[in-house]
């Protein structure tokens, strides 16, 4: 049975700081792993998408990376602001269902 | 192009009560999810529809169900409703039954059970 973990479930640091999101699995026979932005209360919004063929994907100030042999996946945020303050979930792609398997996020705050 | 949109956004039921929540697939997507948060939980996976039929089921119980619509659009039904149900609801679309090019969320029901 797949389970996704992510740590650390907090994070608080000052603006202007590099931080990076960590998300493990335990079954390495994913289809991909997407990062997921949620703010409270509300619906996700996806930062990246990797397939599990690629290694890493860039978008703007965001970089995630995968290693599926390991079991893991990095969020890298540059240059933190307080507008990235949010709940940061990552899910992986069940092969041949879609279905996603999420892990229980990881809340960032970012303090001006 | 229009996002995935949810109705409604807020909802109060009574336990034992049913309840109806709908979603618009976004323009072009085929597939639609349905996913349950709990507070301080990751989403939890419902079920899928694929060109109206459903391909994949989580581990909940038959007072679930769900429909997709000629037009992709999607309902979830949930029956006898009971305390626990009380949660984010979100729906999901996507272009292809696999997730292959990712999921685009809605902004959910949250639904209050009392």
């Known amino acids: 049975k797949q389970e996704v973990t992510q740590i650390p479930a907090a994070l608080s640091v000052p603006e202007g700081e590099n931080l990076v999101l960590n998300c493990s699995f335990t079954d390495s026979a994913i289809y991909n792993l997407q990062w997921f932005r949620q703010d409270p209360g509300k619906g996700l919004t996806s930062l990246l998408l990797?397939?599990?063929?690629?290694r890493e994907q860039t978008s703007g100030r965001l970089n995630a990376s995968l290693d599926k042999s390991s079991g893991r996946s990095t969020l890298y945020i540059a240059a933190s602001q307080p507008g990235d303050s949010a709940t940061y979930l990552c899910a992986v792609g069940a092969r041949y269902t879609g279905k996603l398997i999420f892990g229980q996020g990881t809340t960032l705050q970012v303090k001006p | 192009e229009t996002g995935v949109t949810q109705s409604p956004t807020h909802l109060i039921k009574t336990r034992g009560q049913q309840v109806t929540l709908r979603c618009s697939s976004q323009s072009g997507h085929n597939t639609v999810s349905w996913y349950q948060q709990a507070l301080g939980q990751g989403p939890q996976f419902i079920f899928q529809?694929?060109?109206?039929?459903?391909?994949g089921r989580g581990n909940f119980p038959p007072r679930f169900s769900g429909l997709q619509f000629p037009n992709y659009s999607s309902e979830l039904n949930v029956n006898a409703l009971e305390l626990d149900d009380s949660a984010l609801y979100l729906c999901a679309s996507s272009l292809a039954g696999t997730g292959r090019y990712g999921y685009t969320f809605g902004s959910g029901t949250r639904l209050t059970v009392v």
């Open positions: 529809y694929y060109r109206e039929e459903e391909n």
């Open positions: 990797i397939q599990s063929s690629q």
